[in-house]
T-cell receptor
Framework: AQSVTQLGSHVSVSEGALVLLRCNYSSSVPPYLFWYVQYPNQGLQLLLKYTSAATLVKGINGFEAEFKKSETSFHLTKPSAHMSDAAEYFCAVSEYRDDKIIFGKGTRLHILP | GAVVSQHPSRVICKSGTSVKIECRSLDFQATTMFWYRQFPKQSLMLMATSNEGSKATYEQGVEKDKFLINHASLTLSTLTVTSAHPEDSSFYIC???????????????FGEGSRLTVL
């Protein structure tokens, strides 16, 4: 069975500082991995995805994530946080060509002025 | 980009009544839609997969007679919570995959969600 673990339900960073949101996955087959962002009272928006191509994936809004098979990790980073980045972030995993996406519990990112 | 709209965004109902939530793809056709439930401060739990013109596929533990799903057209899926009880209060979110889109790519478009409160 596949699963995703997000370390830290809340993360606070200062504006302009590095953002690092941690995600570890468990999968018996090569996974597809995703990061989604959810703004208050809104649906989810796909930030980026890993589908077995390049291990360093660049997404929207300056975010990127690196797939590390040896560490079973897919951490999300952004060099410089902006106030507009404050939101809930979900890491997710699915099997090849399967839309049944398993979500992590989410990490709420707070940006401090 | 593709837009998925849910209606109503908020609904309050009395215990024992039924509530219908609509999920519409506004500018694309969706052969497959998904319904999720999100508890406060928790992740999205997939409830069911809705396929146009056929019966929905429910995840284990989801009562199909409690949560009726209808996908009558390529742009509309509905979730009806029958005989709602306070424990059904939650945030319900739908997503849609454009017709012809490759499965498993994560290219799902999500609605804004519908918050149900059962008194």
């Amino acid at each position: 069975a596949q699963s995703v673990t997000q370390l830290g339900s809340h993360v606070s960073v200062s504006e302009g500082a590095l953002v690092l949101l941690r995600c570890n996955y468990s999968s018996s087959v090569p996974p597809y991995l995703f990061w989604y962002v959810q703004y208050p009272n809104q649906g989810l928006q796909l930030l980026l995805k890993y589908t077995s191509a390049a291990t360093l994936v660049k997404g929207i809004n300056g975010f990127e994530a690196e797939f590390k098979k040896s560490e079973t990790s897919f951490h999300l980073t952004k060099p410089s946080a902006h106030m507009s980045d404050a939101a809930e972030y979900f890491c997710a995993v699915s099997e090849y060509r399967d839309d049944k996406i398993i979500f992590g519990k989410g990490t709420r990112l707070h940006i401090l002025p | 980009g593709a837009v998925v709209s849910q209606h109503p965004s908020r609904v309050i109902c009395k215990s024992g009544t039924s509530v219908k939530i609509e999920c519409r793809s506004l500018d694309f056709q969706a052969t497959t839609m998904f319904w999720y439930r999100q508890f406060p401060k928790q992740s999205l739990m997939l409830m069911a997969t809705s396929n146009e013109g056929s019966k929905a596929t429910y995840e284990q533990g989801v009562e199909k007679d409690k949560f009726l799903i209808n996908h009558a057209s390529l742009t509309l899926s509905t979730l009806t919570v029958t005989s709602a009880h306070p424990e059904d209060s939650s945030f319900y979110i739908c997503s849609a995959r454009p017709a012809g889109g490759a499965s498993g790519t994560g290219e799902l478009f999500f609605g804004e969600g519908s918050r149900l409160t059962v008194l």
